[in-house]
């Protein structure tokens, strides 16, 4: 049978383990949110038909550190003007590249974009790229698939994205549930 000194003993390093187990969840949690994904919801049409408004996603912060972007991808980053608030767009065009859009259309290189097969509509508003957008070595043009009703690269507020400026790829529709799963960026 226990005394009561070392029952109070058992009780503390009990107490303690259990701390340290908290403690050790908590900063996995901050690490994994810091810099390995993070769970952000879509708000709004601008990525429709592949996003809808109230879409859970998980975003993969750490795949970017390791390889460039790609064409297609689809990338949040945060809204220059407001804290915590993020954009979800897609990359249609990458480092070197000159983007127009014409006639309604997105030319990469003087060429009309024809594997794009996520933006259908004829563009209304060609906005900054009615003109040649010359893309500098870190320089990402990102359109939404919902073309008349996006703010993105086109709108000066948004303009063309740094590598820094994204914080991710979106990677997996958590909810809802019906249509979990991997997200398609090719």
Same mark, same amino acid.
């Given at each position: 049978?226990?005394?009561?000194?070392?029952?109070?003993?058992?009780?503390?390093?009990?107490?303690?383990?259990? @701390?340290?187990?908290?403690?050790?969840?908590?900063?996995?949690?901050?690490?994994?949110?810091?810099?390995?994904?993070?769970?952000?919801?879509?708000?709004? &049409?601008?990525?429709?038909?592949?996003?809808?408004?109230?879409?859970?996603?998980?975003?993969?912060?750490?795949?970017?550190?390791?390889?460039? /972007?790609?064409?297609?991808?689809?990338?949040?980053?945060?809204?220059?003007?407001?804290?915590?608030?993020?954009?979800?767009?897609?990359?249609?065009? @990458? /480092?070197?590249?000159?983007?127009?859009?014409?006639?309604?259309?997105?030319?990469?290189?003087?060429?009309?974009?024809?594997?794009?097969?996520?933006?259908?509509?004829?563009?209304?508003? &060609?906005?900054?790229?009615?003109? /040649?957008?010359?893309?500098?070595?870190?320089?990402?043009?990102?359109?939404?698939?919902?073309?008349?009703?996006?703010?993105?690269?086109?709108? &000066?507020?948004?303009?063309?994205?740094?590598?820094?400026? @994204?914080?991710?790829?979106?990677? @997996?529709?958590?909810?809802?549930?019906?249509?979990?799963?991997?997200?398609?960026?090719?």
């Amino acid at each position: 049978m226990l005394d009561n000194k070392e029952e109070k003993k058992s009780t503390g390093r009990s107490l303690i383990g259990w @701390l340290l187990y908290l403690l050790v969840i908590i900063g996995l949690a901050y690490l994994i949110v810091t810099f390995v994904g993070q769970r952000t919801k879509v708000s709004g &049409p601008s990525m429709q038909n592949t996003l809808h408004n109230g879409d859970n996603l998980i975003v993969d912060k750490l795949s970017y550190r390791f390889h460039d /972007p790609e064409r297609y991808d689809i990338i949040v980053f945060p809204i220059k003007f407001e804290e915590n608030t993020f954009y979800i767009k897609r990359i249609i065009g @990458l /480092p070197g590249e000159t983007v127009q859009v014409k006639d309604g259309y997105t030319y990469i290189n003087g060429k009309k974009l024809t594997s794009d097969i996520y933006g259908k509509e004829v563009m209304d508003e &060609p906005g900054i790229a009615e003109e /040649p957008v010359k893309l500098g070595k870190d320089e990402y043009f990102v359109l939404g698939d919902n073309r008349n009703d996006s703010t993105d690269s086109r709108d &000066p507020d948004v303009g063309v994205l740094k590598k820094r400026d @994204l914080m991710g790829k979106a990677w @997996l529709r958590i909810y809802p549930f019906n249509k979990f799963g991997l997200l398609r960026h090719k």
